[in-house]
T-cell receptor, first 114, second 110 residues
Framework: DTGVSQDPRHKITKRGQNVTFRCDPI?????LYWYRQTLGQGPEFLTY????????KSRLLSDRFSAERPKGSFSTLEIQRTEQGDSAMYLC????????????FGPGTRLTVT | GQSLEQPSEVTAVEGAIVQINCTYQ??????LSWYQQHDGGAPTFLSY????GLEETGRFSSFLSRSDSYGYLLLQELQMKDSASYFC???????????FGPGTRLSVLP
């Protein structure tokens, strides 16, 4: 399978714990995006990378959220001190540089904070 | 504001044609994309309009009118498998933000 993959697919954590999600994009894609989606809503843009450079991070939901893409391949999204309101589906997508209009999404990581 | 607006639900029967509208309030952006998402699945790209007019891709077509701040997705020869949520989306010209609309849930009835 050469599509976008995400790990884990499901994560249950207790409030206050830190969690980290991984995204592996399509190999030739330069751009990588993170979104959050809650039930009945459209995906909400969080941040994106072009290769290893994080081009936009002001839309990360709070300073508890951070993302990295150290070698321009896979990316991680970390949420520190999780809150119940962080429960959502976290989606990753990738695209060819300059073609951000066509994004290929991974299956998502569903986070439940108890 | 720079939001996108869509009807929340649309219902149609198999074989019919349905139009899903998307209106927006920002004056400038690169173009309008459309994505499909089945329950429990990931969004998948359907169509994109960079310029005004109609783009046709098989049973799906998309239209954009910048002067009217309006676009739509047209689905022809509806099939049961078309039951899903449909999102319009666009890059914000003035920021680095890819914005999705709230989505339209399409139900196709036999």
């Amino acid at each position: 399978d050469t599509g976008v993959s995400q790990d884990p697919r499901h994560k249950i954590t207790k409030r206050g714990q830190n969690v980290t999600f991984r995204c592996d994009p399509i190999s030739e894609h330069n751009r990588l995006y993170w979104y959050r989606q809650t039930l009945g809503q459209g995906p909400e843009f969080l941040t994106y990378f072009q290769n290893e450079a994080q081009l936009e991070k002001s839309r990360l939901l709070s300073d508890r959220f951070s993302a990295e893409r150290p070698k321009g391949s896979f990316s991680t999204l970390e949420i520190q001190r999780t809150e119940q309101g962080d429960s959502a589906m976290y989606l990753c997508a990738s695209s060819l540089e300059g073609s951000g209009r066509v994004q290929y999404f991974g299956p998502g990581t569903r986070l439940t904070v108890t | 504001g720079q939001s996108l607006e869509q009807p929340s639900e649309v219902t149609a029967v198999e074989g019919a044609i349905v139009q899903i509208n998307c209106t927006y309030q920002t004056s400038g952006f690169y173009g309008l994309s459309w994505y499909q998402q089945h329950d429990g699945g990931a969004p998948t790209f359907l169509s994109y309009n960079a310029l005004d007019g109609l783009e046709e891709t098989g049973r799906f077509s998309s239209f954009l009118s910048r002067s009217d701040s309006y676009g739509y997705l047209l689905l022809q020869e509806l099939q049961m498998k078309d039951s899903a949520s449909y999102f319009c989306a666009r890059w914000d010209n003035y920021g680095q933000n890819f914005v999705f609309g709230p989505g339209t849930r399409l139900s196709v009835l036999p």
